[in-house]
């Protein structure tokens, strides 16, 4: 692609959604489906080749509702390869579908200090105003150059900047859905320049050894009134290895779901989160049947400030390194100090993190 040695290396791997997807020629009815690859992206925002040197791979062409977390753990190690080969930054695009957990996935598994920046479009380049070359040129922006250092997965769409732990996708087709309830966008885009307001510290110690062959299945439920626990009863007989329950409030179920959460939890991980979508689990404010002190007793596992989908792949991510309970529980509890460590300034986190 462009060559110009003097520019930062970063490598686009494109892998479907909406940023890719087109009719075929000539055609004005039915919908759009994935076709386009990381080169054809590239090729259709010049700006970019004053930007980086690209490299482009196009890793997968689907929907994002078909990606897998193998997919996401081989991605991993291909983006860690392209860091070892010297690229400065790597840029994802992909479905909007999905973009809160697989970031979330690359940020627990690429141990480096170079951005890793994912992004997409809400709308095709079929439609007025698509969004995905803007997106993809302040991807390509923040990705090469020195402001993102540091900060682990990034989202960027809508000129806008995320932290993989804290965005969501919250709305089903504004191109202002992305949105981090919890502690608000890290930073912005102004006439192509990264803006970073807020560093959040590196994730240390979070699963490495991952096996991309032996994922194994985690069930992710969401309480709701009046349930009854037929559902949650099921997991284990179904062969899920362990259960993210989405909790009502600040980590509440029904009073009757507690014994069936307990029995479960005797033998499998199971995190407690919360269906609300912002703020973190409670750990000692209620103790009615059913509370969350009732539920932390019994014991399962705070997810502290993830939610129930990132809950889930960093339970999934942690068993495919093969932890056991306590080092699920350390690890959970490792992700929720992190964001009150000091950062040390000038400090690069590098590779190497502690072993599960
Ligand atoms: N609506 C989705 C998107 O934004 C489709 C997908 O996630 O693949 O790309």
Known sequence: MNHD????????????????????????????TPRLGARDLVEAVPQLQKVAELETVSFRQVAS????????????AQITGCFEAGASGAVVTQGTDTIEETSFALDLLVRDHRPVVVTGAMRNPTLAGPDGPANLLAAVQVAAGPEAAG?????????????????RKTHTSSPATFHSPTVGRLGWMTEGRPRIAFRAPTLEGIPTGVNEQEVPPVALLTS????????IAQVETLGYAGLVIEALGGGHVPSHVVPVLADLASRLPVVLASRTGSGEILRETYSFPGSERDLLSRPLIPAGFLDGPKARILLSLLLAAGANLDRVRTAFEQINTSITAPIVSGAHPTAGATAY
């Not at 040695?5 to 759009?32: D, K, M, Q, Y």
């Not at 509702?65 to 991993?76: E, G, M, N, R």
């Not at 900060?151 to 965005?167: M, P, Q, S």
């Not at 709701?224 to 559902?231: C, Q, V």
């Open 5 to 32: 040695a003097g520019l930062p290396r970063v490598v686009v791997f494109s892998l479907g959604g909406t940023i890719a997807s087109t009719n075929t020629a000539g055609e004005t009815a039915g919908g759009v």
């Open 65 to 76: 509702s078909d990606l897998t977390l193998q997919d996401i753990v081989a991605l991993a």
């Open 151 to 167: 900060l682990g997965t990034l989202v960027v769409l809508n000129d806008e900047i995320h932290a993989a732990r804290f965005v």
């Open 224 to 231: 709701a009134l009046g349930d009854d626990s037929r559902l």
